[in-house]
């Protein structure tokens, strides 16, 4: 492997991971919401879910995806319903009146699960696989789902630190309100492009 390959590798995850997805979005609420210690179980559980859905599409769930129209269609429409039951919890986690955040973050097991319906995170990971291990080995696919996790670790880490840092300014119940609502359209919002590719 050369240093110019993995520089390329670097640079895909890197500008994959750090733009606006349901992950990054989810990450950042929580941190406004429930500060960064209790995002982390969220920030791991995305990092070694991501791992494992690259991993299985680079082995083949991928290709099934791609040869049965119905399933990959199926997949779609669970994720978006999932993702909008998740949209309507982010906008109603601040209360009206108040500025403390209701509800519980993410759990680490939650987190890893919603990388299953995660759409951005099965095309990317089908075209990173297709890019960067065309030749399936076990261990390209392996630096590929890695690059994402420790990648990605970093990035999620860096919003659901950027969360805490916004959370002080959002600290009236109205103020973060309306951030809630914000990040839940974004959230719903995130889901266009899968849709527009189907």
């Known amino acids: 492997m050369d240093l110019l390959f ?10 994959s991971t750090i733009t606006p997805g349901p992950n990054s979005i989810m990450i950042m609420a929580s941190g406004v919401n429930f500060g960064f210690a209790r995002t982390i179980p969220h920030v791991l559980g995305v990092a070694v879910g991501i791992t494992t859905v690259i991993t299985l599409a680079g082995i083949g769930l991928g290709a099934i995806l791609g040869l049965v129209p119905q399933l990959r269609f199926a997949m779609l429409v669970a994720s978006a319903t999932y993702l909008l039951y998740l949209a309507w919890k982010i906008a109603n986690a601040a209360p009206a009146g108040g ?23 099965w095309a990317l990971g089908m075209a990173a696989v297709a890019i960067y291990a065309p030749q399936n080995t076990t261990s390209s696919i392996l630096l590929v789902a890695l690059s994402f996790a420790l990648v990605g670790l ?11 840092v ?33």
Do not use: C, D, E, H
């Open 154 to 164: 970093v990035s999620n880490t860096a919003w659901a630190w950027f969360g805490t």
């Open 6 to 15: 993995l520089g390329s590798l670097l640079a895909f995850v890197t500008a």
């Open 99 to 121: 500025s403390m955040s209701v509800g519980t973050p993410f759990t680490f097991i939650q987190a890893l699960g919603f990388q299953w319906v995660n759409p951005k995170v």
């Open 166 to 198: 916004i959370r002080r300014f959002l600290s009236t119940g109205r103020r973060l309100r309306v951030f809630n609502v914000i990040a839940a359209l974004s959230l719903v919002a995130s889901l266009l492009p899968a849709f527009l590719l189907n």
